[in-house]
């Protein structure tokens, strides 16, 4: 990779004007810098042929984010 991954540093004083930037899509229950993976799992369910580079990029981070949310480190709350 010639270029950082997923983001580069985050300092946000609003988490909503974050999930847009990085995610085209703001879910209405943010917690923090909390979001509801099941939010996720409803709102990037599948690419089609014609999406953009940037659908591509969003959807590439909520997958990140779903698998970090599920697998990494589950809320077991």
């Known amino acids: 990779m010639d270029e950082l991954v997923v983001t580069g540093l985050v300092v946000a004083t609003d988490w909503r004007d974050v999930c847009e930037q990085l995610l085209g899509r703001v879910s209405e229950t943010i917690y923090g810098a909390r979001i509801d993976v099941n939010w996720l799992k409803r709102n990037f369910s599948g690419l ?15 997958y990140i984010l779903m698998i970090i949310g599920d697998l990494l480190m589950p809320d077991k709350s």
């Open 48 to 62: 089609y042929v014609e999406s953009s580079e940037v659908q591509r990029e969003q959807h590439s981070r909520t």
